[in-house]
């Protein structure tokens, strides 16, 4: 194999920290709906630049809970926030990235238990898809990035199923996600009828192995996953790295890299250059760097 090493070849870019909003409910045990909270807290996000010609981050966010509460409390719905239009070299700067809207709050999803995890998006002949959890991968649209329209659950697994991560590949999409005790993927061709699960990735080492990523390079995959075995504070930030010739086979492989960044993504810009987001770390909502490769 040809593989290569990333590492983190630049400083982190803060560029997007959430402002103050109002908590649309319903109410919780800490947070009441209609009431104005000053801290928000963005954790699993996802990247991508849209139609408009902004860069776009979506996430898992909620009110900062108080100390003694529960730290995903609340984690209801998805943030959104936008870089003005141009490159991401343009506005990899601090504080370039705004808040638009809150997006699907239990309101929008009356269907739907509350808790809104990790989105993950891909564009598909025009329209967009947002895939979510936990315990049922459900599935909204948009055509735009801005109105989001829910269509309802997709597929269901044991295990707290949650932090979808979608590449196409060979004609098909591979979707990657974690569900106790092993990363799993799944295949489809349209994004709407998905195979049935194969365990790609599980490990002796305690914890969770959140935030699965599943890249390919120069024909081969790479896994990056966060994991959290309490350690470390809540938003832990050592992401490990495995490659393979096959997506769907991680087991026995070592680790390749490890890598300081707290519920990754791991893109590329318009040039075609790799970059990796964190949640959290090192700064209060969402950091961006290069990734090289060696």
């Excluded at 002796?204 to 990056?224: C, H, K, M, Q, T």
Aim: proline share 9%; net charge negative; glycine share 6%.
């Amino acid at each position: 194999m040809n593989m290569k090493i990333p590492y983190i070849s630049t400083e982190y870019v803060h560029v997007y920290q959430p402002r103050g909003d109002v908590f649309p409910g319903p109410d919780s045990e800490s947070f009441r709906a209609g009431r104005y909270y000053d801290r928000w807290v963005p954790n699993d996000h996802m990247i991508l630049k849209g139609k408009d010609g902004r860069w776009h981050a979506f996430g898992i966010t909620h009110p900062e809970p108080p100390a003694d509460a529960y730290i995903h409390e609340g984690e209801w719905m998805s943030f959104h926030a936008v870089s003005p239009p141009g490159t991401l070299r343009e506005h990899l700067r601090h504080g370039a990235w705004q808040d638009c809207p809150k997006l699907l709050p239990p309101s929008e999803r009356p269907s739907e238990e509350k808790e809104f995890y990790a989105p993950f998006i891909v564009e598909k002949d025009g329209l967009y898809h947002m895939f979510y959890s936990p315990h049922q991968m459900r599935l909204a649209v948009s055509s735009d990035l801005y109105r989001w329209t829910p269509k309802g659950a997709l597929f269901s697994q044991d295990g707290g199923m949650r932090d979808p991560n979608v590449i196409f590949c060979d004609g098909r999409y591979i979707m990657v996600y974690y569900a106790k005790p092993a990363i799993w993927a799944r295949t489809s061709t349209d994004l709407l009828h998905w195979s049935d699960p194969v365990d790609i990735f599980r490990t002796e080492r305690p914890g969770e192995l959140e935030s699965p990523v599943l890249i390919a390079r120069d024909n081969l995959f790479y896994l990056f996953w966060c994991i959290y075995d309490g350690h470390n504070g809540p938003f832990d930030n050592r992401t490990s790295v495995y490659c393979s010739d096959d997506p769907f086979d991680f087991h026995g492989k070592e680790a390749i890299a490890s890598l300081p960044a707290h519920a990754p993504e791991v893109f590329q810009d318009e040039a075609g250059d790799w970059y990796i987001s964190s949640a959290e770390y090192p700064y209060r909502g969402v950091s961006i760097a290069q990734l090289s490769w060696k």
